[in-house]
């Protein structure tokens, strides 16, 4: 027999949301059969079954995972009938097992409907005050603070400014919804937070994107007929700024706080921002220096078919030295600044493409323009190099003998 524990899948991951079991209990699976689908910070995993054998199912759907909690079993009908009821009960994860052992006084008073907000119920928690015993004296028999305090023979103190969030709450009680954070969501927060402790500048510039609007115009059609791959200006700015890394050796890094270090990368792994029906997710086109413009433009036609389907895994989520957010195919205007995808050094924005004024051999003309914009960790990089970066990338997406279909 044996049992089956959510385990950390990978980059230190210690809680996820057991989203649905793709078996029933009592169903026989296969060795390799997946057979539930956890939802972690990163992405959704398929646990598979470590044996042939009967399941039974310990850990519910929609319930929230923590590292080491027990999912279910697989064993024979004589193995499964021996586990203890108590251990199966204490397999069970921390949230349903503490829902499992509310005690029923608790129960008994939820009945009777409390109107008091979330920081009223800690004081009372905190003085030891069962609410259900006190009379409330605000509108509809909502109970106030003095009505606690009051009840424990307390004067009413002078309080603290009540936070943002418990003034919304009294004033719309009826108007507000508050919505837990999906475990893709909390993982962004987190990134985003570290990401803020950044001391960060921007460089923008515009390049001019006549030759690249050129090429993919004319050769769109023949690779989609004749490759099956839609080709967009991704490929070729990915190609442009690998470039530009391997002549700026310190944008495609790291810093390494702990040791004052600069960890310069001798890869080339570009993190691609991808919106998802669950959040933005940053997939990796890996050795994007190795791969043609083609290779390149397929990888990402396929990330993208993964990220709506649901099935992206780890792996091609991981391990970026360099990333674009290409706002450009979501409609963007002229120029956005984004956030620093931690830990690379740098970030690039790129928008849409568009029509504008332009001076060429001393006349003004209407020409393709595509907006960038670079987000750098001034720890590692200067200005001056930030400058020098974007000159680099523009050079080749406006050299028409770079902007090759391979």
């Known amino acids: 027999m044996k049992e089956i524990k959510f385990v950390d899948v990978g980059e230190g991951i210690t809680e996820g949301h057991l989203q649905k079991w793709l078996v029933k209990d009592g169903d026989q699976v296969k060795e390799d059969q997946s057979i539930v689908q956890v939802e972690t ?15 039974k199912i310990v850990a519910k759907d929609d319930t929230v995972l923590h590292v080491g909690d027990t999912l ?8 499964l009938a021996a586990i203890p009821t108590q251990q199966a009960q204490a397999a069970a994860p921390k949230s349903a097992q503490a829902a499992a052992e509310k005690p029923a006084q608790a129960q008994k008073a939820a ?6 907000t979330p920081s009223l119920r800690k004081l009372a928690h905190d003085l030891g005050v069962d609410l259900a015993q006190v009379r409330g004296t605000g509108p509809a028999g909502r109970i106030l603070e003095n009505d606690v305090r009051m009840f424990v023979g307390k004067a009413p103190q002078q309080k603290a400014a009540p936070k943002f969030s418990e003034l919304l709450e009294e004033q719309h009680e009826d108007d507000i919804e508050r919505i837990p954070l999906s475990q893709t969501r909390k993982a962004i927060a987190k ?16 390049i001019d994107a006549q030759a690249l609007f050129d090429v993919v115009q004319k050769e769109k059609a023949r690779v989609q007929t004749e490759r099956g791959v839609k080709l967009t200006f991704l490929p070729f700015i990915i190609k442009a700024t690998v470039e530009a890394l391997k002549a700026n050796p310190s944008f495609n890094a790291s810093y390494d706080h702990e040791k004052l270090e600069i960890i310069r990368k001798k890869y080339y792994n570009i993190g691609l921002a991808a919106e998802a029906p669950d959040g933005l997710k940053v997939v990796v086109i890996k050795d994007a220096d190795k791969k043609s413009i083609i290779a390149i433009a397929q990888e990402i036609q396929q990330l993208h078919q993964k990220i709506n389907d649901q099935t992206i895994t780890i792996e091609e989520m991981r391990d970026s030295s360099f990333t674009i957010t290409n706002a450009g195919s979501l409609g963007s205007g002229f120029l956005s600044v984004p956030i620093i995808n931690h830990p690379d050094v740098a970030i690039l924005g790129t928008e849409r493409i568009q029509d504008m004024p332009v001076v060429k051999d001393g006349k003004v003309a209407v020409g393709k323009v595509l907006p960038v914009s670079l987000v750098f960790d001034h720890r590692v990089v200067d200005g001056a190099e930030a400058v020098k970066f974007c000159g680099d990338i523009k050079k080749h997406i406006e050299d028409a003998g770079f902007l090759k279909v391979e």
Request: hydrophobic share 50%; net charge negative.
């Open 41 to 55: 910070d990163k992405a959704i995993v398929s646990v598979p079954a470590p044996i042939d054998g009967i399941l």
């Open 72 to 79: 279910a079993y697989i064993g024979t009908l004589q193995e």
């Open 111 to 116: 009945q009777k409907e409390i109107l008091a």
């Open 191 to 206: 990134n985003m937070e570290a990401s803020l402790t950044v001391p960060s500048a921007a460089h923008m510039d515009l």
